[in-house]
Structures are given as C-alpha cells and as structure tokens.
C-alpha cells in the first residue's frame, strides 16, 4: 500500500530555533500533502495544503511565516517551524492523496516536537 | 462549514464486548466518509470508508453505514479484542483540494 513518512519523529529543541520536518511519499507521486497539528485529546486541525511548485495554502490562524511550507518535488514537503517557542509543542502529521476520485488520504507517523 | 461529531471518550469495555462509537456529520454535498485508527505510538491508518448514501465500509471486523437521513456513520464491531484498543477517528472530505476534517477522536481501551 501507499506510505507516507516523517521525520523526524521526535524533536526536542531549545526555544528560539527552527525545525524541519520532512514528509515522503515513498511509492506514489503526490501533488498535494496536508499538514495537520495534533493537540492533546483534541482532533486533527489542517494547517496547510502544500502543493507541489507552488506556494502552500495555509488555513485562518496559522502563521505563513512561522510555519514554512516547502513542497519542492512530487515527493517531498518541508515544514520547518521557525523560531520555535514553547506553545509549538505539538504532534505534526503530515498526510497525501494519491487518488483524488477516492478521497483516502495516506499519514506519515507523526512528528512530535517539543520546544523546552 | 463542514463538521464532524464524534462520542467523546474514552470507552472502555471488555474483551468480547459490543462496539459502538456514534459519528455524525454536517456538510454540503455528499462527501465520502472515513474511519481512521490510531494505534499508541503509530499514525492514522484508513479503517475503513464509504463513498456514498447506503454504503457500508467494513474491515477487521469493524464496520460502519453511512446514512444520509441521519447523517450519521457509527462504527461498530461484535466483538473487540484488546488489540482494538486506539484512537478511532471519524472524518469526511470537505475541502475544496481533498483534505480531511475529523472529529475529535474517540479513546478506545479493551480490557482482559
């Protein structure tokens, strides 16, 4: 089946700096990748929709500046959280569509970040 | 806009038992509806889906009809083991590019 990986898993990182995190689509091609966030006992909320060679669309409320998206080949989105302060904290999930007329979206693992 | 309303948890039932996590849905058109698990420390895995009115998405035993009058798609199984245990979560395609929006998820622990 498809599989989406992130890395990467954990991070923990000092106030201040920046993180990337690498989403994969390991044996399909994706045109399009989701980022979502993760709270606590709380639903998935969509950040962005990254799209392959163009700018990401981010949802009301998140910061563009704060959560670079980069979606540089069919393959491959960045999300590089800048300047990290301590309500970053969170578990980022990346996810892609390989078939559009299905609507199943494919997860990557997960990334949980930790900003001390 | 669109929305997905799922039980709150956590559930907490014994081997054997039978499931129910209830999972309903506001959305203009007809969206496909999924079920995705969560398994602790692993990410969301399709469960199961339907695509339409009456559809009945099944696997691993568990399954779920999506029902238009009601705008509901409860997840049911006969008989949970304690490898059920997870996160379940509900969700329908309501974006415009194909992204997912979810319920807020449902803790499932199966006991001994």
């Known amino acids: 089946g498809a599989v989406v990986s992130q890395h990467p898993s954990w991070v923990i990182c000092k106030s201040g700096t920046s993180v990337k995190i690498e989403c994969r689509s390991l044996?399909?091609?994706?045109?399009?990748m989701f980022w979502y966030r993760q709270f606590p006992k709380q639903s998935l909320m969509l950040m962005a929709t990254s799209n392959e060679g163009s700018k990401a669309t981010y949802e009301q409320g998140v910061e563009k500046d704060k959560f670079l998206i980069n979606h540089a080949s069919l393959t491959l989105s960045t999300l590089t959280v800048t300047s990290a302060h301590p309500e970053d904290s969170s578990f980022y999930i990346c996810?892609?569509?390989?078939?559009?007329?299905?609507?199943?979206?494919?997860f990557g693992e997960g990334s949980r970040l930790t900003v001390l | 806009g669109d929305s997905v309303t799922q039980m709150e948890g956590p559930v907490t039932l014994s081997e054997e038992a039978f499931l129910t996590i209830n999972c309903t849905y506001t959305a203009t058109g007809y969206p496909s509806l999924f079920w995705y698990v969560q398994y602790p420390g692993e990410g969301l895995q399709l469960l199961l889906k339907?695509?339409?009115?009456?559809d009945k998405g099944s696997n691993k035993g568990f399954e779920a009809t999506y029902r238009k009058e009601t705008t509901s798609f409860h997840l049911e199984k006969g008989s949970v083991q304690v490898s059920d245990s997870a996160v379940y979560f509900c969700?329908?395609?309501?974006?415009?590019?194909?992204?997912?929006?979810f319920g807020k998820g449902t803790k499932l622990s199966v006991k001994p």
């Open positions: 969700a329908l395609n309501g974006g415009s590019q194909g992204n997912l929006i």
């Open positions: 044996d399909f091609q994706a045109t399009t």
């Open positions: 339907a695509t339409k009115a009456d």
């Open positions: 996810s892609a569509s390989r078939n559009s007329n299905t609507g199943e979206l494919f």
